[in-house]
């Protein structure tokens, strides 16, 4: 089984910067993929960012384009999200999860194993 934790949510004001990570453990080895999602109230969670562990293979919600970047730690075993630009509009639960080979990256339903999440808040 895969355990993840994430940090580095936070309240930040519009056009700020934060960064999470998401620190992972247990059988990594199952791990193809990462993902972070975010999901606001009264909403849906939705697909962020994805990274293979093996490396390319990023992807990006087309509302973070630009602003965001993920990255990973394969020594450490840890992804990151790099927020810039932040709005109000992504106030929301920021989540990591991970999926194994072959399913699809944009659907939660994907995905293995999840982080507890960690809250950001843009203020305007």
């Known amino acids: 089984q895969v355990q993840l934790v994430e940090s580095g949510g936070g309240l930040v004001q519009a056009g700020g910067s934060l960064r999470l990570s998401c620190a992972a453990s247990?059988?990594?080895?199952?791990?193809?993929?990462m993902g972070w999602f975010r999901q606001a109230p009264g909403k849906e969670r939705e697909f962020v960012a994805s990274?293979?562990?093996?490396?390319?293979?990023?992807y990006y919600a087309d509302s973070v384009k630009g602003r965001f970047t993920i990255s990973r730690d394969n020594a450490k075993n840890t992804v990151y999200l790099q927020m810039n630009s932040l709005n109000p509009e992504d106030t929301a639960v920021y989540y990591c999860?991970?999926?194994?080979?072959?399913?699809?990256?944009?659907?939660?339903?994907?995905?293995?194993?999840w982080g507890q999440g960690t809250q950001v808040t843009v203020s305007s």
């Open positions: 990274i293979r562990w093996s490396g390319g293979s990023i």
């Open positions: 999860a991970s999926r194994k080979q072959g399913r699809n990256t944009y659907t939660a339903e994907s995905y293995d194993a």
């Open positions: 247990g059988r990594t080895f199952s791990m193809y993929a």
